[in-house]
């Protein structure tokens, strides 16, 4: 048995794409499933904070409740987005960013399916069609943040959400086959 004649060992950067920590306009993450539904949560936020203040009754205790459910999630997914776009979440690589996001999209589901039940309640009590689609995009919020809670909860169980990992490191052997001596041929 003989050594290797050759060994390589590569460094390869982290599977989100992200070969430095530093500061950047990361528009990628726009592209990917979390980004897209940030985005969806921030339009279905508006829309129903916009419409509970639309209604006859902005100021009554089930308005104000839906107002802080949607305007808490608006702020959140903003801030975190904007951590996202800027790769400041590669930077500050300390804080388990995937496991406080799966948590944030489970407290939230659970919010907005209370949102929209408190929402189609007092629509029903005749507070105006501005609850009725309060109610329709609570819940529509509510199938948003679960389905991202759910892309979330798979990357963890997958161990994708560990706050610190390693880059991946790959070793590759090569052997070269011994050669045989030089020995002179003769000619004929």
Known sequence: MSFP???TTTTSPPQDGVSEKKIFINTAHLKIYEGKLKIAHLIVAVIVFISVMASDYPRSSPAN???FVSMAAFWTSAVLLFLHCINAVVLLSVVPWGLLE???TCIWTFFW?????VAADYASQGAGDAF???AFF???GMIIFGFNAFIYYKKWREGALSANQPPRTTTTTTTTPPQPPNV???KY
């Open 5 to 7: 004649t050759s060994h």
């Open 184 to 186: 002179d041929v003769p």
């Open 65 to 67: 409740w839906i107002s």
């Open 132 to 134: 009725a689609v309060a």
């Open 102 to 104: 799966l948590g944030y």
């Open 113 to 117: 399916f209370v949102s929209g039940c």
């Open 138 to 140: 609570s819940f529509v």
